[in-house]
């Protein structure tokens, strides 16, 4: 079972950002279950952030059967960097009418960026049998102009509950 499990995370660490020594180690290895507790992904922390030089972040987790946020504005025509993880098991998410997709594993961060060319809504369905509410988990991305972008609150950013 753990040479197995070796074996996946060999094969895969280019996915994630933390290095299989970490997971050996143990002690920085995400804990799935107090991810709202501590870290990058407490609740605060999560949706499309602004960093240096106007990068933009995007923090997510994905859990039976949600994305959280559930709905996520970001500038388009700009380079998203996306982080995510999972709080239980494995989930993929798509950006339906892209090419664009990512894995949430528990206990690590998926890392990529992609960039949205023009304002518009992208559903993100669930693409990893995941459990019984599977068929029925999705999300929402809203690419929005720059400068409308630019002009929302943080809380506006996490819900989509534009002005
Ligand atoms: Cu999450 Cu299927």
Not at 6 to 15: E, F, K, Q
Not at 120 to 149: N, S, T, W
Request: include cysteine.
């Amino acid at each position: 079972m753990t040479l197995v499990a070796l074996a996946i995370l060999s094969t895969r660490y280019d996915m994630v950002d933390l290095p299989v020594w970490h997971f050996l180690g143990g002690g920085k290895a995400l804990d799935p279950a107090g991810l709202h507790l501590q870290g990058e992904f407490v609740e605060s922390n999560l949706g499309a952030a602004e960093g240096p030089a106007r990068s933009v972040t995007v923090r997510m987790i994905a859990q039976q059967f949600v994305f959280v946020p559930q709905c996520i504005a970001v500038p388009a025509g700009v380079p998203i960097t996306f982080r995510i993880t999972s709080a239980d098991v494995v989930h993929t998410l798509s950006f339906l009418g892209t090419d664009y997709g990512l894995k949430a594993v528990p206990g690590a961060v998926t890392e990529a960026t992609f960039t949205f060319a023009k304002a518009g809504e992208f559903k993100i369905p669930c693409h990893e049998f995941c459990g019984a509410g599977h068929y029925a988990m999705r999300g929402r991305l809203d690419v929005v102009p720059r400068d409308q972008f630019a002009s929302l609150l943080p809380g506006e950013r996490r819900t989509c509950e534009l002005p």
